[in-house]
């Protein structure tokens, strides 16, 4: 009997997952392993880069009152009908009102109401005369232009009718959300709750950061481009520690890090004895799902679930860590916290210099995108001899998407290129 593994609408059988599957299908698989996490209470000074888990309806008009929207003065417009600069027409000046407590006055015939821009409009007014049509003559104005009913006031809701939808779910909140939600007066908000993630780093030759390195050894900088790019895209660390070689510690290190929502393990994902990340699965009778994704740098990619936990096995090399991180761990972190939008932004651009590949699969070369005032956005493939990758990735702001079968592309041809570092903020230019 065929045992079979099932992602979204893709569906592999056990005795293929030592194949390299296509990208769209380890995609399709992710995704298709989640669920939108539960909701929790903010307060607004929080929720900056959340997702709002549900749509938001303003409670009030917005303004309350009908408002003066420049500083002048207060007039019923028929009293100015016949205005002009050759005209002697005065109005009786009966006070002045700023924003804030509306007056209690009822303007009569022949008077006016010095206002403030964001005053509320009194009784018996219907126009607002702005000061530089006016002189001020003791105690009394002269009005030099006439004023229609409507004319420099903000009516009731102009900005935001009483029932309206303010935000959707699933929106992202930044600075300008906040201030609309704050102009209403909403001070808790209900938000996804982050995906909470555990990052380990398996090597024996690797040390952390703050420690002596002998020669041999190497720095565990994959913990922190990990927890990076977690933070960077919504998540929350909970624990970022080495893991080291041995399997019995290994194993262990994965049972602890398996109560946050997702891990993220660098390293130790190859198929030699020394790679023991799927021994360590299967110790814990996790559940495999591909071991190996067609795409370069990150092919040795691993998928899984050990104790309800969704992990990822990403390969040790800093840059494969980067690129595999964006293309599989990124969506699903997404996908999380209820948006519809997981991939990176991508453009359309033109090449500048040709480039060279092996071909065999879905290449992702680091790149530098600019755009100028005029023409098309132009792409640099960053690959040189003349320097390494991690000063190509230091370099780059964007990933040439080249696909399976392509060995060269030509200078002037038009490429794919996903957009990096935009954060959240950067999706609402994609939408």
């Not at 299908?25 to 939108?36: D, F, H, N």
């Not at 009483?162 to 600075?175: S, T, W």
């Not at 096995?313 to 972190?333: H, W």
């Amino acid at each position: 009997m065929r045992n079979w593994v099932k992602g979204s609408d893709v569906m592999i059988m056990a005795g293929d997952l030592n194949r390299l599957i296509s990208l769209d299908e380890a995609q399709q698989i992710v995704l298709g392993k989640v669920q939108t996490l539960p909701s929790e209470l903010v307060s607004l000074e929080d929720g900056g880069g959340r997702v709002l888990a549900k749509e938001m309806r303003a409670p009030i008009d917005e303004p309350a009152t009908t408002q003066a929207a420049m500083d002048g003065y207060a007039v019923r417009s028929a009293d100015v009908v016949s205005a002009s600069p050759e005209r002697d027409l005065l109005l009786k000046v009966v006070g002045l009102v700023g924003p804030g407590k509306p007056s209690d006055y009822r303007l009569k015939k022949g008077e006016a109401l010095g206002v403030m821009t964001g005053a509320s409009l009194p009784e018996g007014a219907d126009a607002v005369v702005p000061q530089e049509m006016t002189e001020s003559i003791s105690g009394k104005v002269r009005v030099m232009a006439p004023v229609r009913p409507g004319d420099y006031l903000y009516p009731v809701g102009a900005e935001i009718r009483r029932g309206q939808q303010l935000i959707p779910g699933g929106k992202i909140l930044r600075a300008k959300e906040l201030t609309v939600l704050a102009t209403q007066g909403y001070h808790r908000l209900e938000v996804v709750r982050q995906p909470v993630v555990s990052v380990l780093a398996s090597g024996s030759e690797l040390k952390a950061v703050d420690e002596r390195r002998d020669l041999g050894e190497v720095f565990a900088s994959n913990l922190h481009t990990v927890s990076h790019l977690v933070k960077s895209c919504g998540g929350v660390i909970k624990s970022a520690e080495i893991a080291g070689d041995d399997l019995q510690n290994l194993t262990e290190s994965i049972y602890r890090a398996s109560q946050a929502d997702v891990v993220v393990t660098t390293g130790g994902t190859g198929r030699s004895e020394k790679d023991l990340l799927s021994a360590a699965i299967a110790s814990l009778d996790g559940e495999l799902f591909f071991h190996g994704v067609a795409i370069s740098p990150g092919k040795q990619t691993i998928f899984a679930q050990v104790n309800k936990t969704l992990l990822f096995g990403l390969p040790g090399r800093p840059v494969a860590t980067y690129v595999a991180f964006d293309q599989l761990v990124r969506p699903m972190l997404l996908r999380m916290m209820g948006l519809s939008q997981v991939f990176l932004p991508e453009i359309t651009a033109t090449l500048t210099n040709s480039i060279r590949l092996k071909g065999g699969t879905f290449s992702f070369l680091f790149s530098r995108c600019t755009c100028g005032p005029s023409g098309p956005p132009m792409v640099e493939a960053l690959r040189s001899t003349r320097q390494g990758i991690m000063a190509e990735m230091l370099a780059s702001n964007g990933l040439i998407k080249v696909e399976p079968g392509e060995k060269f592309v030509e200078a002037g041809a038009r490429v794919r290129v996903q957009l990096l570092d935009l954060g959240l903020d950067g999706l609402s230019y994609f939408d």
